[in-house]
């Protein structure tokens, strides 16, 4: 057999070419309507029907479910898709990406669209060249469509040809004669195959010139386009490995949805495969000619998979999203070192993306209150180990804080660098001054840790009486922590702001009643001067931390005045 090391090579260049073609489409789609898209999938998802609709209609549009399923991933990270809307998208996005086995059957096999591909370059050139933005996205479309053509043909030329060297089809057919384990055993290699690949399309492309060749039987071609509806989920969770829970779970209802899928097309293989054939060459009188009926029956398979699996799980939405919570648990220490709304740069507009930086500033406070109960929790620690693991939990979240600062204010720059409303300019820099504030209530809270180990690595203890004056103060601050997160998460401005300064006239009072009493309290020797600092540190740091939380109250209020 005359097949060299070469061959091979141009084979592999020719998937390249049909792979890039295809990402250079993708992408060109996906930057021209990109905003638009973005609206559809945010507004499009009220109810499951809507949600697959929109899958549909955006796999359709940018030829890539992976493209889609990875950015419905990054909008139930962000927060703006519910698990419930994510999986009606991404059972609509495995019905879009069948559009493109039709493409291929209808155009690559009938018509040499590879000999219009030259002339598609040289339309598309000067719009790629251009300095508008719309119209290079457009040039890029053009030249990804021509070069996904290219590429297929020089596939079917490079590819090996089989009849003619019948060692190499005996070893394929070495596998093809083996009844349902050779199903089961395409299925493997249609699933190891798009996992390779990362494409889909790519390896149903691929199937389509193996079964429109001869070399596969349609029931083989078929297992292989199983195997590759599996494969393709691969993309996803990849794309989640670094997400939020949520995310996580969205990639393994992806998962779930396929695998399901899968499993009931391989019990009824048989009438399914005699459904198809009957569909394409009874109904639709397809002939049998130049192999295209083979990839018509294979496109229609296809379709018909994706298209009966979501008639039958879409009526289990609730099931599935339920089964997917169980088997990826929410991890609360997982949750809570990493930012959970912000992703990245995923959105444009700038609605969205204050959206997004709100709900982080909002989860931003929640931690920070969480922190302080903690520092509650160890000023109680008697049992040395348990006390050391708290603090560095508290010092933890001092990172955290610092980091989630810096993040969230990057993430803000960046948006207000963009074309904004005036109305929008000032909530950015409110929301920065925000973010600053919640940072320094970090930076207290952890002042308060360091002064309670300090207190603890000598020899006495505060008395009762100073417990229970730290307590009460305590009490106040945690009271305002709880009335600034009420009022930044207040969306319908029904939380009085009145009662934030209240507490912290009262936190302010108690804290110079505090100071009178301290030193009359050292002075009779009721403890020493040392307790007395550690108890006077305590008190003015919680009094500090009441100053902040007002700063964020008025910053938060000042936006809300002028927006009313």
Not at 6 to 12: A, E, Q, R, S, T
Not at 238 to 243: D, E, K, Y
Not at 450 to 479: A, C, P, V, W
Request: hydrophobic fraction near 45%; include cysteine.
């Amino acid at each position: 057999m005359e097949y060299s090391f070469y061959d091979f090579l141009k084979l592999l260049g020719s998937l390249a070419l049909f792979l890039y073609g295809m990402k250079i489409m993708s992408e060109g789609l996906q930057k021209f309507a990109g905003d638009r898209l973005r609206s559809i999938l945010t507004a499009m998802t009220t109810n499951r029907v809507t949600g697959v609709l929109t899958g549909v209609l955006i796999t359709a549009l940018i030829q890539s479910s992976s493209a889609t399923t990875v950015m419905v991933v990054s909008f139930v990270n962000a927060g703006l898709l519910t698990l419930s809307q994510s999986i009606g998208v991404i059972m609509g996005a495995n019905i879009g990406t069948t559009v493109t086995a039709w493409i291929i059957s209808a155009l690559g096999f009938k018509v040499d669209i590879s000999a219009f591909s030259l002339p598609l370059l040289a339309i598309g050139i000067p719009l790629l060249f251009s300095q508008k933005s719309t119209r290079k996205s457009v040039g890029e479309f053009i030249f990804g469509f021509a070069f996904l053509f290219m590429g297929l043909n020089l596939l079917k030329t490079n590819a090996p040809d089989l009849s003619a060297n019948p060692d190499m089809l005996a070893f394929v057919q070495n596998y093809t004669d083996m009844g349902y384990f050779s199903i089961l055993l395409f299925v493997f290699i249609g699933t190891i195959l798009t996992m390779v690949v990362q494409a889909s399309a790519a390896t149903m492309a691929i199937t389509l010139i193996m079964c429109a060749n001869g070399w596969i039987s349609f029931e083989l071609g078929a297992a292989l386009v199983l195997g590759e509806n599996i494969g393709t989920t691969i993309t996803a969770n990849l794309a989640a490995l670094t997400a939020n829970t949520q995310a996580r779970r969205a990639a393994v209802a992806h998962l779930m949805f396929n695998v399901f899928g899968v499993l009931w097309v391989l019990i009824l293989f048989e009438p399914f495969i005699h459904m198809v054939d009957w569909l394409i060459t009874d109904f639709m009188k397809v002939s049998e000619a130049d192999g295209v009926a083979v990839s018509f029956k294979l496109s229609a398979f296809h379709t018909c998979f994706n298209v009966c699996n979501v008639l039958i799980l879409i009526w289990f939405v609730h099931f599935i999203e339920k089964t997917v919570c169980k088997l990826v648990p929410q991890k609360e220490q997982e949750e809570e070192y990493r930012l959970q709304f912000i992703t990245g740069g995923m959105l444009s507009t700038a609605e969205l993306s204050i959206l997004q930086a709100r709900k982080e500033i909002n989860l931003f406070a929640e931690r920070i209150q969480r922190m302080f109960r903690m520092v509650k929790d160890l000023l109680h620690t008697e049992n040395e180990n348990d006390f050391n693991k708290l603090f560095s939990r508290i010092e933890k979240y001092e990172n955290i804080s610092d980091s989630m600062e810096l993040e969230i204010a990057n993430y803000l720059n960046q948006v207000s660098e963009g074309r904004l409303s005036s109305e929008s300019k000032l909530q950015i820099r409110e929301m920065l001054r925000e973010v600053t504030e919640i940072e320094s209530i970090g930076d207290s809270c952890y002042n308060l840790a360091r002064t309670i180990n300090r207190k603890r690595r000598g020899d006495s203890d505060f008395t009762e009486k100073q417990y229970e004056h730290i307590h009460q103060m305590f009490s106040l601050t945690d009271n305002a922590l709880s009335q600034m997160i009420a009022l930044v998460e207040d969306t319908h401005h029904s939380v009085d702001v009145n009662r934030s300064f209240n507490t912290e006239n009262e936190i302010n009072n108690y804290r110079n009643q505090l100071k009178t009493q301290n030193v009359i309290d050292v002075n009779n020797k009721e403890y020493s001067y040392q307790m007395g600092v550690h108890y006077m540190d305590i008190i003015a740091e919680c009094e500090k931390l009441g100053d902040y939380v007002v700063n964020v109250v008025e910053a938060h209020s000042d936006v809300k005045e002028k927006k009313a």
